[in-house]
């Protein structure tokens, strides 16, 4: 890919694009390139080599004609691998924002360590209480989590960057795009 491409990547990316859809309009087009600071042909030959890569994919209208009526990033798993590539966070501190985002028993999303409750999450992601304790310590140092004064209880709960992640680190990576 060239630096086109992943410029436009990222900021599809910036625009949430996992459920936005793109439309084949100028203006959509012209907004793109505008954004990353390139032309509006080298933005629609960079879209023409992202459905090459399999990194874009068409959107189709709802109703019976159903046809081709934009585009949006491809649902693959190939998203957490850029970001982890780009150094912004690793794949455990990205799977434990996304548990800790669509855990289903807090609806305050303020936790307290050694809570059963969190189990499933540890489970789900593969690591044990001390690496999970270790994760969310390397969150926090981040600005993703607050904790109180890890004195017991320990407890943490989400910041308003950790609640936003997906943006946060998508800002970060386009920081660190060359």
Not at 139 to 151: P, R
Not at 153 to 158: A, G, N, Q, T
């Amino acid at each position: 890919m060239n630096m086109i491409e992943k410029k436009l990547l990222t900021q599809m990316q910036l625009y949430n694009a996992e459920t936005r859809i793109f439309r084949f309009c100028s203006n959509e087009i012209s907004n793109l390139a505008f954004a990353i600071g390139s032309t509006f042909e080298e933005v629609t030959k960079a879209i023409e080599k992202l459905f090459e890569f399999g990194k874009l994919e068409f959107a189709y209208s709802e109703g019976p004609s159903h046809e081709k009526c934009g585009f949006m990033l491809a649902n693959t798993k190939e998203r957490e691998n850029d970001l982890v590539d780009k150094k912004v966070l690793d794949r455990t501190s990205i799977r434990v924002l996304e548990k800790l985002n669509n855990f289903e028993h807090s609806s305050s999303k303020t936790w307290v360590f050694g809570d059963d409750a969190l189990l499933p999450v540890m489970e789900s992601i593969g690591i044990d209480r001390a690496e999970f304790d270790k994760c969310i310590r390397f969150l926090e140092g981040k600005g993703y989590l607050k904790c109180d004064d890890w004195s017991y209880p320990d407890r943490f709960e989400l910041s308003y960057k950790g609640i936003h992640y997906e943006e946060f680190i998508k800002l970060e990576a386009l920081k660190n795009e060359p």
